[in-house]
């Protein structure tokens, strides 16, 4: 895998006469971590599904963890890569337990089917819910909560496989500040451990940009406007140019914030 965990070359995805992903060439390393930023309907959540195995290119190669998308048993695959976003919130059962939609992440399930689990997988999906400060919710069913304790309970069920690159689509949207500070600092700190695996992030705010993080791929139509080190990419001019109007940046720390001038 020479340390590069995905690699996209020319990676089109073509839907109803339109480019959704418009050539794409991009690569994540081992110990990067990244945030993928962009406007609405820029093509954020198609890239991720792609580096996620759940969609393949119309035209382009996409590689993961060294396995070329379509040569390969994507059930194989994707127990080594975490996701966390909308679709898989989405397609939860009412009912499902916590600590069930943790554990059957191995499995690639999203609720209880009829694979048994050890005391190992009962004591680590327990403290990867405790990790992500939700421990005291692994026996309530995942529709009772609330939008701040459903995104952590989403990632501590991503990281539940041990993947080698985490995915995670919009991790702070629909959090109050508090919320989303708290993760933010959760996030930062995952980033900051040697342990962890790759990591992508997709966001609309800079201010969501967790801190410890290396890299940005900024988006606009299916194409990619900027990609590199987060201190090559997040200029003015690039974002302005990402988001189609004018912006002020601004860095205070390992944090961002962006306005309109
Ligand atoms: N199956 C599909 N058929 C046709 N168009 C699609 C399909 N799926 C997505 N699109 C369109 O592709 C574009 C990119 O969608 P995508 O969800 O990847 O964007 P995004 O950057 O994640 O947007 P957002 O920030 O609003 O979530 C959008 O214009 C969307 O309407």
């Not at 962009?38 to 093509?43: F, H, S, V």
């Not at 035209?59 to 994507?74: N, P, Q």
């Not at 949207?173 to 500070?181: C, V, Y």
Request: glycine letters at 14%; charged letters at 25%; a negative charge.
């Amino acid at each position: 895998m020479d340390g590069r965990v995905l690699g996209l070359n020319g990676v089109t995805v073509r839907r109803g006469g339109e480019n959704l992903l418009d050539g794409v060439d991009w690569s994540v390393l081992e110990g990067e971590r990244w945030v993928i930023l962009g406007p609405n309907g820029a093509g954020k959540t198609t890239l991720l599904n792609v580096a996620s195995s759940q969609l393949h290119p119309t035209s382009g190669r996409a590689e993961i963890l060294g396995e070329h998308l379509g040569g390969v048993d994507v059930f194989e695959l994707r127990p080594l890569i975490g996701y966390a976003g909308a679709s898989v919130s989405g397609r939860i059962e009412e009912d499902t337990p916590v600590l069930d939609l943790v554990l059957s992440a191995a499995y690639g399930y999203l609720g209880r089917f009829r694979e048994e689990y050890g005391v190992p997988d009962y004591g680590r999906g327990r403290a990867l819910l405790g990790h992500w400060g939700v421990g005291d919710l692994a026996e309530r069913y995942f529709h009772t909560l609330s939008e701040g304790e459903r995104k952590r309970v989403l990632i501590a069920r991503a990281l539940m496989s041990d993947p080698e690159l985490l995915l995670l689509d919009e991790p702070a949207a629909g959090l109050d500040l508090g919320g989303r500070e708290d993760l933010l600092r959760r996030l930062g700190k995952l980033a900051g451990s040697e342990s962890a695996p790759a990591l992508v992030v997709v966001s609309h705010h800079v201010e969501e940009i967790p801190p410890g993080f290396t890299h940005g791929l900024l988006v606009r139509d299916g194409a990619i406007v900027q990609a590199g080190p987060l201190d090559e990419v997040m200029t003015a001019d690039h974002l302005s140019e990402t988001f189609g109007l004018p912006l002020k940046v601004e860095r205070d720390g390992e944090r961002w914030t962006a306005r309109a001038v």
